[in-house]
Protein backbone atom coordinates (compact mmCIF):
# COMPACT_ATOMS: atom_id res chain seq x y z
CA UNK A 1 0.00 0.00 0.00
CA UNK A 2 1.54 3.46 -1.20
CA UNK A 3 1.64 5.22 1.65
CA UNK A 4 3.06 7.99 4.15
CA UNK A 5 4.09 7.29 7.85
CA UNK A 6 5.58 9.22 10.32
CA UNK A 7 6.74 8.14 13.70
CA UNK A 8 5.63 9.19 16.82
CA UNK A 9 1.85 10.06 16.08
CA UNK A 10 1.98 11.88 19.65
CA UNK A 11 4.91 13.37 21.67
CA UNK A 12 5.05 15.74 24.81
CA UNK A 13 8.46 16.89 25.89
CA UNK A 14 10.09 19.75 27.65
CA UNK A 15 12.07 22.77 26.94
CA UNK A 16 15.25 21.98 25.14
CA UNK A 17 15.34 18.17 24.82
CA UNK A 18 16.34 17.82 21.39
CA UNK A 19 13.76 15.22 19.31
CA UNK A 20 13.35 13.58 15.96
CA UNK A 21 10.34 12.96 14.06
CA UNK A 22 10.62 10.73 11.35
CA UNK A 23 9.03 10.38 8.05
CA UNK A 24 9.18 7.74 5.43
CA UNK A 25 7.77 6.93 2.09
CA UNK A 26 7.40 3.79 -0.18
CA UNK A 27 6.40 4.90 -3.21
CA UNK A 28 9.65 6.14 -4.40
CA UNK A 29 9.03 10.10 -4.69
CA UNK A 30 11.71 12.43 -5.55
CA UNK A 31 9.91 15.35 -2.97
CA UNK A 32 9.77 15.37 0.28
CA UNK A 33 8.48 17.99 2.75
CA UNK A 34 7.17 19.08 6.10
CA UNK A 35 4.49 21.69 7.32
CA UNK A 36 3.42 22.22 10.60
CA UNK A 37 -0.57 23.48 11.10
CA UNK A 38 -1.81 25.86 13.81
CA UNK A 39 -5.32 26.93 14.18
CA UNK A 40 -6.07 29.61 11.69
CA UNK A 41 -2.23 29.77 9.61
CA UNK A 42 -2.69 26.26 7.27
CA UNK A 43 -0.11 24.44 6.59
CA UNK A 44 3.20 26.42 6.84
CA UNK A 45 5.86 24.98 5.02
CA UNK A 46 9.17 24.20 7.29
CA UNK A 47 11.19 22.21 4.86
CA UNK A 48 11.25 20.71 1.55
CA UNK A 49 13.45 18.49 0.03
CA UNK A 50 13.69 17.96 -4.28
CA UNK A 51 15.99 14.91 -4.01
CA UNK A 52 18.12 13.49 -2.26
CA UNK A 53 20.87 15.48 -0.48
CA UNK A 54 19.14 18.64 -1.88
CA UNK A 55 17.19 20.54 1.36
CA UNK A 56 15.44 24.35 1.27
CA UNK A 57 13.99 26.30 3.36
CA UNK A 58 10.60 26.57 3.36
CA UNK A 59 8.62 29.69 4.65
CA UNK A 60 9.10 28.80 8.77
CA UNK A 61 12.49 26.97 9.35
CA UNK A 62 13.80 28.69 12.08
CA UNK A 63 14.57 25.87 14.89
CA UNK A 64 14.38 23.29 12.71
CA UNK A 65 16.28 21.08 10.79
CA UNK A 66 16.20 18.29 8.65
CA UNK A 67 18.37 15.74 5.96
CA UNK A 68 17.56 13.69 3.33
CA UNK A 69 20.25 11.13 3.25
CA UNK A 70 18.35 8.35 1.51
CA UNK A 71 15.48 8.54 -1.42
CA UNK A 72 12.48 7.17 1.29
CA UNK A 73 13.07 8.97 4.29
CA UNK A 74 12.85 12.61 5.23
CA UNK A 75 13.11 12.96 9.47
CA UNK A 76 12.16 16.33 11.18
CA UNK A 77 14.81 17.83 14.13
CA UNK A 78 14.18 20.20 16.85
CA UNK A 79 17.29 20.51 18.35
CA UNK A 80 16.26 22.85 21.54
CA UNK A 81 12.14 22.99 21.27
CA UNK A 82 10.78 25.79 22.32
CA UNK A 83 6.66 26.16 23.35
CA UNK A 84 6.21 27.83 20.39
CA UNK A 85 7.07 24.89 18.58
CA UNK A 86 3.88 22.87 20.10
CA UNK A 87 1.67 22.50 16.74
CA UNK A 88 0.43 19.58 14.59
CA UNK A 89 3.16 18.06 11.88
CA UNK A 90 2.28 16.73 8.43
CA UNK A 91 5.59 15.13 6.46
CA UNK A 92 3.74 14.92 2.69
CA UNK A 93 5.90 13.42 -0.26
CA UNK A 94 5.20 13.25 -4.56
CA UNK A 95 6.33 12.59 -7.37
CA UNK A 96 8.04 15.35 -9.80
CA UNK A 97 7.29 13.75 -13.05
CA UNK A 98 4.19 14.09 -15.08
CA UNK A 99 0.68 14.92 -13.87
CA UNK A 100 0.90 13.02 -10.96
CA UNK A 101 3.27 15.54 -9.71
CA UNK A 102 0.77 18.13 -8.46
CA UNK A 103 -0.77 15.38 -6.29
CA UNK A 104 0.80 15.04 -2.85
CA UNK A 105 0.63 12.65 -0.11
CA UNK A 106 0.60 13.02 3.23
CA UNK A 107 1.70 11.21 6.61
CA UNK A 108 -1.43 10.76 9.51
CA UNK A 109 0.17 13.67 11.24
CA UNK A 110 2.45 14.31 14.52
CA UNK A 111 0.75 16.10 17.77
CA UNK A 112 4.04 17.95 19.46
CA UNK A 113 3.32 19.67 22.94
CA UNK A 114 6.53 21.34 24.07
CA UNK A 115 6.44 22.22 27.45
CA UNK B 1 7.93 34.58 -3.30
CA UNK B 2 4.46 32.58 -3.39
CA UNK B 3 1.08 33.80 -1.90
CA UNK B 4 -2.47 32.67 -2.08
CA UNK B 5 -5.61 34.21 -1.19
CA UNK B 6 -9.08 31.82 -0.29
CA UNK B 7 -12.08 32.58 2.03
CA UNK B 8 -12.13 32.16 5.67
CA UNK B 9 -14.95 30.15 6.10
CA UNK B 10 -18.30 29.47 3.72
CA UNK B 11 -21.40 27.90 5.07
CA UNK B 12 -24.07 25.70 2.72
CA UNK B 13 -27.14 23.61 2.88
CA UNK B 14 -26.83 20.14 2.07
CA UNK B 15 -27.85 19.39 -1.43
CA UNK B 16 -26.65 22.71 -2.71
CA UNK B 17 -23.70 23.86 -4.51
CA UNK B 18 -20.88 25.72 -3.83
CA UNK B 19 -17.73 27.13 -5.05
CA UNK B 20 -14.80 28.32 -2.98
CA UNK B 21 -11.91 30.29 -5.10
CA UNK B 22 -8.31 30.91 -4.63
CA UNK B 23 -6.38 33.64 -6.28
CA UNK B 24 -2.69 33.49 -6.45
CA UNK B 25 0.80 34.93 -6.71
CA UNK B 26 3.71 32.76 -7.91
CA UNK B 27 6.92 33.28 -9.88
CA UNK B 28 6.54 30.37 -12.19
CA UNK B 29 3.34 28.11 -12.30
CA UNK B 30 3.12 24.89 -12.46
CA UNK B 31 -0.08 23.79 -11.38
CA UNK B 32 -2.56 24.78 -8.65
CA UNK B 33 -4.16 21.70 -6.30
CA UNK B 34 -7.10 21.10 -4.15
CA UNK B 35 -6.90 19.47 -0.67
CA UNK B 36 -9.92 18.01 1.36
CA UNK B 37 -9.47 17.74 4.98
CA UNK B 38 -11.18 16.30 8.16
CA UNK B 39 -10.56 17.61 11.42
CA UNK B 40 -8.51 15.49 13.26
CA UNK B 41 -7.03 13.78 9.63
CA UNK B 42 -4.69 14.76 6.98
CA UNK B 43 -4.79 16.60 4.08
CA UNK B 44 -6.30 14.33 1.13
CA UNK B 45 -5.89 15.20 -2.66
CA UNK B 46 -8.73 16.18 -4.81
CA UNK B 47 -7.29 17.53 -7.59
CA UNK B 48 -4.91 19.03 -9.70
CA UNK B 49 -4.98 21.96 -13.04
CA UNK B 50 -2.28 22.23 -14.83
CA UNK B 51 -3.99 24.16 -18.10
CA UNK B 52 -6.84 26.52 -18.41
CA UNK B 53 -10.40 25.15 -17.84
CA UNK B 54 -12.45 23.00 -16.11
CA UNK B 55 -11.95 19.35 -14.38
CA UNK B 56 -14.82 17.27 -13.19
CA UNK B 57 -14.24 14.30 -10.75
CA UNK B 58 -17.97 13.09 -9.81
CA UNK B 59 -19.31 15.28 -7.78
CA UNK B 60 -16.44 17.99 -7.79
CA UNK B 61 -14.97 20.02 -10.04
CA UNK B 62 -11.98 22.32 -10.33
CA UNK B 63 -11.24 25.39 -12.78
CA UNK B 64 -7.76 26.93 -13.37
CA UNK B 65 -7.73 30.45 -15.71
CA UNK B 66 -3.54 31.06 -15.75
CA UNK B 67 -4.15 34.32 -16.86
CA UNK B 68 -6.05 35.79 -13.81
CA UNK B 69 -4.16 33.53 -11.22
CA UNK B 70 -7.08 32.34 -10.52
CA UNK B 71 -8.84 29.23 -9.59
CA UNK B 72 -11.72 27.87 -7.88
CA UNK B 73 -13.27 24.60 -6.68
CA UNK B 74 -16.86 23.64 -7.08
CA UNK B 75 -19.07 20.90 -4.66
CA UNK B 76 -22.04 19.93 -5.80
CA UNK B 77 -24.79 18.41 -4.26
CA UNK B 78 -23.30 18.75 -0.90
CA UNK B 79 -23.66 16.57 1.42
CA UNK B 80 -22.94 16.56 5.35
CA UNK B 81 -19.46 14.69 5.07
CA UNK B 82 -18.30 17.70 2.54
CA UNK B 83 -17.86 19.60 5.88
CA UNK B 84 -14.48 19.81 5.71
CA UNK B 85 -11.46 22.18 5.35
CA UNK B 86 -10.58 22.90 1.60
CA UNK B 87 -7.03 24.07 0.80
CA UNK B 88 -5.91 25.23 -2.43
CA UNK B 89 -2.13 25.00 -3.23
CA UNK B 90 0.42 25.69 -5.90
CA UNK B 91 3.26 24.66 -7.31
CA UNK B 92 5.57 26.93 -8.28
CA UNK B 93 9.03 29.00 -8.08
CA UNK B 94 11.77 28.34 -9.71
CA UNK B 95 11.70 24.29 -8.61
CA UNK B 96 7.81 23.46 -8.30
CA UNK B 97 7.40 23.90 -4.89
CA UNK B 98 3.91 23.88 -3.35
CA UNK B 99 2.84 26.03 -1.36
CA UNK B 100 -0.66 26.06 0.52
CA UNK B 101 -3.23 28.56 0.95
CA UNK B 102 -4.84 28.82 4.60
CA UNK B 103 -7.67 26.90 3.81
CA UNK B 104 -11.95 27.49 3.86
CA UNK B 105 -13.83 26.14 6.15
CA UNK B 106 -17.06 24.65 4.64
CA UNK B 107 -19.66 23.66 7.17
CA UNK B 108 -22.46 21.98 5.49
CA UNK B 109 -26.38 22.26 7.07
CA UNK B 110 -28.86 20.06 6.99
Not at chain 2, 65 to 91: H, P, T
Amino acid sequence: EAQVTQNPRYLITVTGKKLTVTCSQNMNHEYMSWYRQDPGLGLRQIYYSMNVEVTDKGDVPEGYKVSRKEKRNFPLILESPSPNQTSLYFCASSSLIGRSSGEQYFGPGTRLTVT
Amino acid sequence: GQSLEQPSEVTAVEGAIVQINCTYQTSGFYGLSWYQQHDGGAPTFLSYNALDGLEETGRFSSFLSRSDSYGYLLLQELQMKDSASYFCAVKGGSQGNLIFGKGTKLSVKP
